[in-house]
């Protein structure tokens, strides 16, 4: 159906996902973003797969798992700086089209380097600002509902 989309609401805590819930909804779904050519990039994105691990869709996503926080400087002379948040969670949603066929949806992220033990504060701050982050990789899958039910 070229009108018939899925609902994604994903929850996180720390680097776990959860998908708690899917529901089809009426409406045109955004397109795709590139399905290849992009290995090794970092970010943040879904991706609709099919039985035999096919790409179908791709959606990227703006931070929709934050590991850090803008922090205001102190003085005007300052710049902002990143401060890594100590105990990520909340949740997000997507929309993806419903494909004939699709099967899965896998959940794709860079994360942080990890703290090393005992950082200190500036220290984490600093790894934080620096953005030093991996290519993503997929860090949950799913399978998506059957058409005949949610």
């Known amino acids: 159906m070229a009108s018939s989309t899925i609902r994604l609401v994903f929850s996180y805590e720390g680097d776990q996902v959860s998908l708690e819930s899917a529901q089809?909804?009426?409406m045109l779904p955004l397109p795709s973003h590139a399905v290849s050519g992009y290995d090794g990039e970092a970010g943040f994105w879904v991706e609709v797969r099919d039985?035999?691990?096919r790409v179908l869709h791709r959606r990227v996503l703006h931070e929709p798992m934050p590991h850090s926080v803008e922090v205001f400087p102190e003085s005007a002379d300052d710049q902002f700086t990143q401060a890594p948040v100590a105990e990520p969670r909340g949740s997000f949603d997507v929309?993806?089209?419903d494909i004939p066929g699709a099967q899965v949806v896998g959940?794709?992220?860079s994360?942080?380097?990890?703290a090393p033990p005992a950082e200190s504060a500036v220290d984490a701050a600093a790894r934080v600002s620096a953005g030093r982050i991996r290519p993503a990789r997929e860090i949950a899958r799913f399978p998506l509902p059957a058409e005949d039910g949610e």
């Open 24 to 26: 089809r909804v009426e």
């Open 95 to 97: 929309i993806v089209p």
């Open 51 to 53: 039985g035999a691990d």
């Open 107 to 109: 959940v794709f992220a």
């Open 111 to 114: 994360l942080p380097e990890p």
